[in-house]
């Protein structure tokens, strides 16, 4: 899997977000779109993810050296985003299995494997809306990395999280990012210190 980014902007009204963006992400390489509060990254991110349209330039994705319409990318990304919602009225296992109708499982992961990676055994049966909001976070980011999808897009990845949630947030990539084109939007070093390029939202503010 291949995107790539020539002249890339997006506005808001008259305002413009970036603007000229040229980049291209590979498969098996890590990035993190950097920036302070406010300065385009989950614009960016969706933009990459296929749910926004830019508003100048072209973005393109191969698979395999085969073309792919933006409308279909999604089917090739999990992604994982505070803005994200879990279905609140479905317990731990009910999410897991509506999960799964839409994306296929990493070989190996079976309910209880994934439960048992979050540490959750206790919380099967337990609604959404009762989980706490680290829980709702681990929820969201297992499921993303436990998918078998070439594309792995985490917004603020350790947000909810205290100390020992993102040691394993760590942990999860080290097991479920090899080899996938991984996209961090981030503005906290240890959440993306593993990343091998970093895009700079500032240096396309014009
Ligand atoms: N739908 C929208 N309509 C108008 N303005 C928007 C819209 N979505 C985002 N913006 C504006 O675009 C700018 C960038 O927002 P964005 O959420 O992409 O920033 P961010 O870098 O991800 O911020 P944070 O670190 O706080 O999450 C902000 O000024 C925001 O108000």
């Not at 020539?6 to 040229?22: A, L, P, S």
């Amino acid at each position: 899997m291949k995107i790539t980014l020539q002249n890339i902007g997006r506005r808001f009204n008259r305002d413009w977000i970036f603007k000229g963006i040229d980049y291209e992400f590979e498969q098996g390489t890590a990035y993190a779109i950097l920036g302070p509060n406010g300065s385009g990254k989950s614009t960016l991110l969706s933009v990459l993810n296929g749910s926004l349209a830019p508003s100048a330039g072209e973005i393109n994705y191969l698979l395999e050296d085969r073309p792919i319409e933006s409308e279909l990318v999604f089917k090739h990304l999990s992604l994982a985003a505070p803005y994200l919602e879990l279905i609140e009225e479905f317990t731990l296992t009910e999410m897991i299995d509506f999960h799964f109708k839409f994306k296929k499982r990493k070989a190996g992961i079976d309910d209880d494997g994934l439960i048992g990676l979050l540490g959750m055994e206790q919380s099967k049966n337990k609604m959404i809306k009762y989980f706490s909001s680290g829980m709702k976070q681990r929820l969201k980011l297992a499921l993303a990395f436990c998918s078998d999808t070439l594309m792995l897009m985490l917004d603020e990845p350790t947000s909810n999280l205290d100390k020992q949630g993102v040691e394993w947030y760590l942990r999860l990539v080290q097991q479920f990012a090899a080899g996938r084109l991984t996209i961090i939007c981030s503005n906290q070093e240890h959440e993306y210190s593993f990343c091998t390029h970093g895009l700079d939202i500032s240096d396309y503010k014009k």
